[in-house]
């Protein structure tokens, strides 16, 4: 478009078949992420890029990154996103020298804020994670915004609730055993996050990865000493209520919203930033967080384990979907 000056360089691979180049508006200077997909690419999978342009349309909100407009060329469709430079959430909390809970409490509500408000419009992310959870800016006070819908999907779908997908360190365990599920997939999710926003560690974790899935179809996770006995009883109560293994008892964004952690003055001002900064070099430089799982490795995964009755898994194929374009324009 002419209104439009495309820098070709630098550029970044996108999952299997786009990438992300900076762009610039001539006629104000304002700079945009352009995720650039060959239409040739697109034979087979125009039902994920239509929905995900469907929920993008669909949606404004403070903390979501937003589809600004759509381009099309006789080769290519090109989604204009706004463009988010701050960095992802982990290496800013890692960077930073003095984090509390009340830090952690002020994120989740930005999350919450913004998850609320897609489920009140039926949409339901169905892929939150740390990854996926941007810095605005480089700015200190900058807020938190929410990428990557190209796993959302809208309730009145007719697959919505039964396709597995997700990353597996962050899915709730009935999506793992590949039941029927509902947005409280995204609250249980929010709870991961939170856990280890407090202590810098994963919930979940086995170098075995049928025990891995075992623990969090079990939802088998403990606040463990010492990293925890310095974080509020409140903050454990409300990491509790969102990670409850039924989802008919976790609460909704809605209500979390409510609980004295996010809305009232329970979070502690305690600097934990040495612990969790710790932790969180230990444990997030190890890849597997970051990998998702293809079908053939988890159906022989999800066979080789002995759980009864309702536990029994039934063959669950994760989506690869690698790092967000925002993430990559740091």
């Known amino acids: ?131 996926n959870l941007l810095y605005f800016s480089a700015q200190d006070e900058s807020k938190i915004m929410i990428s990557d819908f190209g796993l959302s999907k809208m309730e009145a779908s007719d697959d919505v609730m039964s396709t597995a997908c997700g990353t597996p360190g962050y899915v709730a365990p009935e999506v793992l055993a590949q039941k029927p599920y509902s947005k409280a997939v995204d609250c249980w999710s929010i709870g991961v996050i939170a856990y280890i926003l407090l202590c810098g560690y994963p919930p979940f974790y086995d170098e075995n990865d049928t025990k891995l899935f075992e623990q969090i179809v079990k939802a088998d996770y403990e606040f463990d000493a010492p990293y925890w006995d310095d974080i509020s009883d409140s903050a454990k109560d409300f990491i509790s209520s969102l990670m409850q293994r039924d989802p008919e008892k976790r609460l909704t964004c809605d209500e979390a919203l409510r609980h004295p952690w996010i809305a009232g003055d329970t979070a502690l001002c305690k600097n934990i930033h040495e612990s969790v900064s710790r932790q969180m070099k230990k444990n997030f430089a190890k890849s597997k967080w ?19 009755g309702a536990d029994t898994f039934h063959c669950v194929g994760f989506v690869d979907r690698r790092r967000s374009q925002s993430s990559m324009l740091r």
Not at 4 to 26: C, I, M, Q, T
Not at 73 to 83: G, K, T, V
Not at 294 to 302: E, F
Request: glycine fraction near 6%.
């Open 1 to 131: 478009k002419e209104d439009a000056h495309l820098d070709s360089s630098p550029s970044w691979p996108l999952g299997a078949f786009s990438e992300v180049v900076l762009g610039e508006e001539k006629a104000t200077g304002r700079m945009f992420a352009i995720k650039c997909i060959p239409k040739k690419a697109l034979r087979g999978k125009e039902s994920s890029i239509e929905n995900e342009i469907a929920v993008l349309r669909k949606i404004k909100h403070e903390n979501i990154v937003a589809l600004e407009d759509i381009y099309e060329s006789s080769s290519h469709l090109y989604l204009i996103m706004e463009l988010v430079s701050g960095g992802e959430l982990f290496d800013r909390i890692v960077e930073r020298g003095f984090y509390t809970e009340q830090d952690a409490s002020t994120l989740i509500k930005q999350v919450l804020n913004a998850v609320n408000y897609l489920h009140t419009l039926g949409i339901v992310h169905r892929d939150l994670k740390p990854e």
């Open 290 to 308: 970051r990998q998702a799982f293809n079908a053939t490795a988890v159906v022989r995964h999800m066979r080789r384990l002995h759980l009864s």
